[in-house]
């Protein structure tokens, strides 16, 4: 396969753009529900009747606005929310009918609003209270735009050279293109808000110091690279954390010769990505292995089936034992199968290993994607209580320490909600609105 | 097979779906390609003295996704010379003998002028006449159409001209820009008319473009008002072809026009008092073709009523439309809504409590999810709910006890003064 056929498949949107004809229909076709189910699905609340009903009407910017004002990675969503078990899961025409097809029409609205340069939000008048915002993700610059919003000064530490977090370099370009997370970015960015990039808490400014300069922190610094599986061989090139994967495809660095056969270890939404995006760099055989099943695995019933579309096989109840090589390149992977007892305390059956069944699977690469390291360093000497490195926020998502609050995948336990980008966008929302409503009865000096 | 044949006051057609007086029956090659398709008559577009037309005629109304839910037009009578229409008149008539093939004509208000019209168009064998007093624009400022109409005297002159010279069946066409209809039947009927049809199009203005700010549709840069027909106006011309039906004093055979689209409409109109009905937006919107459905549904319904032939339908419900003050006021619906049928979209409860009578409680249920329920005894039987709700049949109006015997305003006026 040609380099070019390559790049074109990986950054080619897998979204069709819905026609003028199709919009107009789709939109008709929603009810304007009074008290909307969708709405209440949607972990940011999005008045869903009312931005379908703008389009009907031609108010293309109040309907941006609508999805913008709660949603602040509205964009985004429109292309990676798992749409089907949230605001379309919901609809009521499930029952008679087929969902509104709301993801496309927000998807359609904001990128309207893109192409037409369109101010949607303002910055307050001044308040004069300051905050460091760490970590620009979606939590991050969810939390900013609001903060912004309400006139205080915010300024943003972003460890990665550019904005957005897992939007800009965590999610396959293919479901997201950068532009569409910059695109965010920008917005917040255009409120006044400060940024320093390449900055990283912790190594290039200490969190004390943070305390001393701003009048209140946001934490929003996410999650790391991804765990080591902790086995033989994973040190042989052709081995690879997914996040630092796609992170390389998406920003057009070279990840060197794929091969034919990829092994995948793990079945969640970057587990997916990786899969699909190896297919896309020429891969012949992509297979995802899981220690449980597929009733288990986190992937969303939309990620899996894409990867089923995209040739990627499965192969469940398998855990990796050591990676084989050669000359210092993978070769194969070894495995055990495994059965499921009682379930665990993440609320899933436990695997345990089945002794002596272990075979041997090739690969010319693979890639690990079994979750996300936790980041520490940020925290050292904020006096925020954490556990297993999570950090601990109450529902208005402050800390324990009042002048520290937190938001996204850095509070995220498991089984606790789930890490989707929306629920991020919300977190960093409320986060804000909690901060401003502690500000509200105080006058700063 | 019901028989679909009528006889609207001698004009005889093999069904009731005739296509109006309008741009489908602008020649004789659209009026028999028409009659390729089905249709049971044709009134050809009105002939009288050849206009020049402006361009630029149409607008369609679009509600949400639904298309030419109404249009209006401001397109005047044949621009095409009499003699071309009459030799194609004679060939369809000889094509199509079974066809009504009615002669829609305009004049101005001159004896002469009339007669001379009438005894030139019935000699090419039209089966009829159909009297334009209904053209809203354009004809009107020259004295004719909605000009003549809109005054009943002149309808009633206009008739007796041309009935004292045709010797086929003269339909009066009326136009519903005047406050009580009956006044120009009744005179239609005076001065001779064999019988009527209604609506002619309405008094309208279809929109302002939001970026020229011109109106819609416009001719360079100005328009006027035009005759607006389609879906949108067959409440309108249903309630007229139903006063008529109940009057008196008109008394001769109705042919119904104004948003047939479907055999259902054309079974309202019958059922009304119209003997038959005219079409034109529906053929507009989606060609000649649609006829096939209306005869064969209208056949299929007539055959499940166990009905011989559509002249049943006529009149069949006219005895139902009465005034206001003849209704029962004792009578009582209320709303009832099928739990297992509700897709809880809360349109019936929004509608309810901020504009009719608050009677829908959102009740919550063990599972999160709100049961709506109708609080009988503060429901009015407005049916709004019923007529919001998505699903249907989900809302049904039922009738409750009612505790007093029927009485209707009149009676209950009567026996408040009597009693005095």
Not at chain 1, 341 to 349: L, T, V, Y
Not at chain 2, 262 to 273: F, I, K, P
Not at chain 2, 306 to 313: D, F, Q, T
Not at chain 2, 316 to 322: D, F, N, P, Q, W
Request: glycine letters at 10%; aromatic letters at 6%.
């Amino acid at each position: 396969m040609s380099e070019r056929l390559e790049s074109s498949s990986l950054f080619a949107s897998i979204h069709r753009s819905l026609g003028r004809m199709d919009v107009v229909h789709e939109a008709n076709r929603c009810l304007y529900c009074y008290d909307a189910p969708c709405t209440q699905a949607c972990p940011t609340h999005i008045d869903v009747p009312a931005f379908i009903h703008k389009i009907r009407t031609g108010n293309l910017k109040g309907s941006a606005r609508v999805i913008m004002e709660a949603n602040p990675a509205g964009a985004s969503c429109a292309r990676v929310c798992p749409t089907e078990e949230l605001c379309e899961g919901a609809c009521v025409l499930n029952k008679e009918d087929v969902a509104i097809r709301i993801g496309d029409l927000q998807r359609y609205v904001t990128d309207w609003v893109r192409e037409h340069d369109v101010e949607l939000f303002q910055p307050g008048p001044p308040t004069g209270f300051r905050v460091a915002v760490v970590g620009g993700g979606p939590a991050g610059l969810s939390a900013a735009r609001e903060l912004a919003r309400m006139g205080h000064s915010v300024t943003i530490y972003e460890a990665k050279s550019r904005l957005g977090g897992l939007n800009t370099y965590g999610i396959v370009p293919f479901r997201l293109p950068e532009d569409v997370a910059l695109w965010e970015a920008e917005q917040v960015v255009k409120l006044g808000v400060t940024v320093h990039t390449d900055t990283a808490v912790g190594r290039d400014i200490s969190p004390q110091e943070l305390l001393t300069r701003f009048d209140a922190v946001v934490l929003a610094f996410g999650m790391g690279a991804v765990p080591r599986l902790g086995i033989e061989g994973e040190e042989l090139t052709g081995v690879w954390d997914a996040i630092e994967l796609i992170e390389r495809v998406k920003t057009g660095k070279s990840i060197g010769e794929i091969g034919s056969t990829v092994v995948v270890i793990g079945a969640g939404n970057t587990a997916v990505d990786a899969a699909t995006c190896s297919k896309r760099l020429g891969a012949e055989q992509v297979t995802m292995v899981y220690r449980r099943t597929e009733k288990e695995m986190t992937a969303y019933e939309f990620e899996y089936d894409f990867a089923k579309q995209e040739g990627v096989e499965f192969r469940w109840l398998s855990a990796p034992t050591r990676i084989l090589g050669e000359e210092g390149r993978v070769r194969g992977v070894e495995f055990i199968r495994m059965r499921l007892e009682a379930a665990d305390d993440s609320g899933r059956p436990r695997p345990v290993p089945i002794p002596g069944s272990e075979y041997v699977v090739e690969a010319d690469t693979v890639i690990r994607a079994i979750g996300q390291h936790r980041l520490t360093e940020v925290l050292q000497g904020l006096g925020v209580e954490c556990r297993d490195g999570v950090i601990q926020v109450d529902e208005r998502f402050r800390t324990s320490n009042p002048k520290v609050f937190a938001a996204g995948d850095c509070t995220f336990e498991k089984g606790r909600g789930e890490a989707m980008v929306v629920e991020a966008a919300e977190q960093g929302k409320v986060a804000a609105w909690s901060l401003h409503q502690q500000w509200s009865h105080m006058q700063r000096v | 097979m019901a028989d679909l044949s009528i006889d609207l006051a001698g004009i005889r057609s093999p069904n009731p779906f005739w296509l109006a007086s309008a741009p489908p029956t602008n020649s004789g090659y659209q009026v028999m390609r028409a009659f390729e398709a089905g249709w049971g008559g044709a009134v050809w577009k009105t002939l009288g003295d050849p206009i020049v037309n402006v361009s630029s005629r149409f607008a369609g109304l679009q509600v949400g996704s639904q298309r030419m839910f109404a249009m209006n037009n401001i397109e005047l009578i044949t621009d095409r010379p009499l003699e071309v229409n009459l030799k194609e008149i004679r060939e369809v008539k000889k094509r199509f003998p079974d066809r009504a093939v009615v002669a829609s004509l305009m004049m101005e208000p001159k004896k002469e002028s009339w007669q001379e019209l009438v005894k030139r168009v019935q000699d090419v064998g039209v089966d009829g006449f159909e009297l334009n007093f209904g053209c809203p624009h354009g004809m009107s400022e020259r004295g004719m159409g909605s000009a003549v109409g809109q005054v009943p005297e002149l309808v009633q002159q206009s008739t007796e001209w041309v009935v004292e010279a045709a010797e086929v069946p003269v339909i009066v066409k009326l136009t519903p820009n005047i406050t009580d209809i009956r006044h120009t039947a009744r005179a239609a009927a005076q001065g001779g008319a064999n019988a009527i049809s209604m609506i002619n199009t309405i008094n309208s203005l279809m929109g302002v473009d939001l970026d020229t700010w011109y109106p819609v549709p416009h001719v360079d840069g100005k328009g006027a008002h035009g005759g607006y027909c389609g879906p949108a106006v067959k409440p309108i011309a249903l309630h007229m072809v139903a006063d008529c039906a109940r009057d008196p004093d008109i008394n001769i055979p109705i042919s119904g026009i104004g948003g047939v689209s479907t055999w259902r409409d054309a079974v309202e109109y019958l059922l009304m008092g119209a003997t038959g009905v005219q079409v034109c937006t529906a053929a507009m919107h989606h060609g000649f073709g649609i006829v096939e459905d209306m005869i064969d549904g209208l056949n299929h319904y007539l055959d499940d009523r166990g009905l011989a032939s559509v002249r049943e339908l006529t009149g069949r419900s006219v005895h139902r439309y009465t005034e206001w003050g003849n209704l029962n006021l004792e009578y009582k619906v209320v709303a009832r809504i099928d739990q297992d049928a509700c897709i809880r979209c809360n349109k019936c409860y929004i509608a309810c409590e901020d504009t009719a009578h608050q009677c829908i409680d959102r009740v919550p249920q063990p599972d999160g999810i709100h049961r709506l329920v109708v609080r009988e005894e503060d429901c009015v039987g407005c049916n709004l709910c019923s007529m919001v709700c998505p699903v249907d049949d989900c809302i049904t109006m039922v009738q409750v006890d009612a505790s007093k015997p029927a009485q209707t305003w009149r009676e209950r006026e009567m026996a408040r003064i009597g009693g005095k």
